[in-house]
């Protein structure tokens, strides 16, 4: 991966949406790439899969559906990882968990303002930098790593989530949707755990585009400067495990354990879902949500 900023792939079969969303994405100063049928945004991803750092996808298009792209997309092992924001006009529960439960990481419902979608984006396209940065860093170790049954870790910030995610996928070999499912429960523990960063305070952040200097703000206060993150891991011949610890005051997380309808158009808050269903074979949360369990069946 370059320092060149991925491109976001902008999937809808009416010209004026895909201007619109366009026009909305200017800001960014992202490369936004177009395509007005499924089957063109598919032999896009797959000439380049790397190049793409989100799609943007429209439910309803003549020919090839969004869902179909989707399935497509997640069947993919090259793409799995992208995320991918669904937008649709269709707001009945029983659509919107039909695409949620076909891999959409992001879904907005029509109409939608330029906030909503830019906050939505930038959080999506910051977890999977974090997520690709990771890949790339340690990799000359990898072999060494393989051989480590056990590793015990420590860390504070989400630099330090990214690094100890870099090291951990080198000592057990993962695939990039199980980096970003470990990258996501790290992070959760730094952010929502140590830092008592509240749901509600989170989406503010992202809208704000403040996260990042709230969590440096709080890293450097008395009540939270002494709290680490531990994560102890362990292979043996049938599983890797990966037990994840914060300091904080928990939380409860049996509502985020599953992709649910009152979040969907909130720009954060699928990291937990995403991470059991896509990343790990068995993901359990102890006590009161301070200690987490993800287990990957090595086949």
């Not at 991966?1 to 100063?29: F, G, N, R, W």
């Not at 630099?159 to 996501?184: D, F, I, P, W």
């Not at 703000?217 to 049938?238: H, S």
């Not at 997380?253 to 954060?268: A, C, K, S, T």
Request: glycine share 6%; aromatic share 6%.
């Amino acid at each position: 991966m370059t320092d060149q900023k991925p491109m976001i792939l902008v999937v809808d079969d009416e010209e004026i949406c895909l201007a619109q969303i366009s026009i909305y994405l200017k800001e960014l100063d992202y490369k936004i790439v177009t395509a007005t049928n499924g089957q063109d945004a598919l032999d896009l991803l797959k000439a380049s899969p790397y190049d793409y750092g989100l799609v943007i996808l429209d439910k309803f298009m003549e020919g090839m559906n969004g869902i179909e792209v989707l399935t497509e997309i997640k069947d993919d092992p090259d793409l799995r990882i992208l995320p991918v924001i669904m937008q649709t006009a269709d707001t009945a529960p029983e659509k919107i968990l039909e695409g949620i439960r076909a891999g959409a990481y992001y879904y907005l419902t029509k109409p939608f303002s330029a906030e909503k979608l830019l906050s939505v984006v930038d959080n999506a396209l910051s977890l999977y930098r974090d997520t690709r940065l990771a890949r790339e860093q340690l990799t000359h170790l990898k072999e060494s790593l393989n051989r480590v049954d056990e590793l015990s870790l420590s860390f504070r910030s989400r630099h330090e989530a990214r690094e100890m995610t870099a090291l951990l996928s080198c000592a057990g070999n993962l695939n990039m949707a199980q980096e970003m499912g470990l990258m996501e429960l790290l992070l959760n523990a730094v952010e929502h755990g140590n830092l008592a960063i509240t749901y509600d305070e989170k989406s503010q952040l992202i809208r704000d585009n403040q996260l990042e200097a709230e969590i440096n703000r709080r890293l450097d206060l008395p009540e939270y400067a002494d709290k680490i993150v531990t994560v102890k891991f362990k292979r043996n011949c049938k599983n890797l495990t990966f037990i994840i610890a914060d300091q904080g005051s928990g939380f409860n997380w049996e509502p985020y354990l599953d992709m649910q309808l009152d979040r969907i158009n909130d720009n954060h808050g699928r990291g937990i879902a995403m991470a059991k269903n896509m990343s790990f074979n068995e993901l359990q949360y102890q006590g009161d949500g301070n200690v987490v369990h993800a287990t990957i069946v090595i086949h």
